[in-house]
């Protein structure tokens, strides 16, 4: 069974230098993550600061910024079937692309999680103060 699809331009970066991220990633319709390993992942949060929707695997902290067909796709770590599925539907429905552009909300900096993670981190305590006060 054929396709009859339009042809696609493909272009893998090798070394570059970090300057040249913001234009690479201007020029970038996709980024495909198969990681197997992700506890905080930069590239992931890279792309979406640029726009660039992602499909990835569902490693780590991955699946906490990209939210499975709303800013991206998320594949089964390993399963090369599963993220040819995910490509598959990629080519064939080119649109949803654009709908998870739409969808890419602003990602947190590092400094806004240590915050947050401060925060939280300084309620817990105080809760367990309180718990341990009552006992």
Do not use: W
Request: a positive charge; one cysteine or more.
């Amino acid at each position: 069974m054929s396709l009859n699809m339009k042809p696609f331009h493909i272009k893998i970066y090798g070394q570059y230098d970090p300057s040249e991220l913001p234009e690479i990633l201007s020029k970038t319709d996709l980024a495909v993550i198969p990681s197997r390993s992700e506890n905080y992942p930069f590239v992931v949060r890279e792309c979406l600061h640029a726009g660039v929707p992602v499909i990835a695997s569902n490693v780590g902290g991955i699946p906490e910024i990209i939210k499975n067909g709303e800013n991206g796709l998320l594949f089964e770590s390993g399963n090369f079937h599963d993220l040819a599925a995910k490509l598959t539907l990629i080519i064939m429905n080119p649109k949803i692309l654009m709908n998870f552009r739409k969808n890419i909300k602003p990602v947190k900096s590092i400094a806004e999680d240590v915050i947050e993670l401060g925060k939280l981190y300084r309620e817990i305590l105080e809760n367990n103060k309180l718990i341990t006060k009552k006992t």
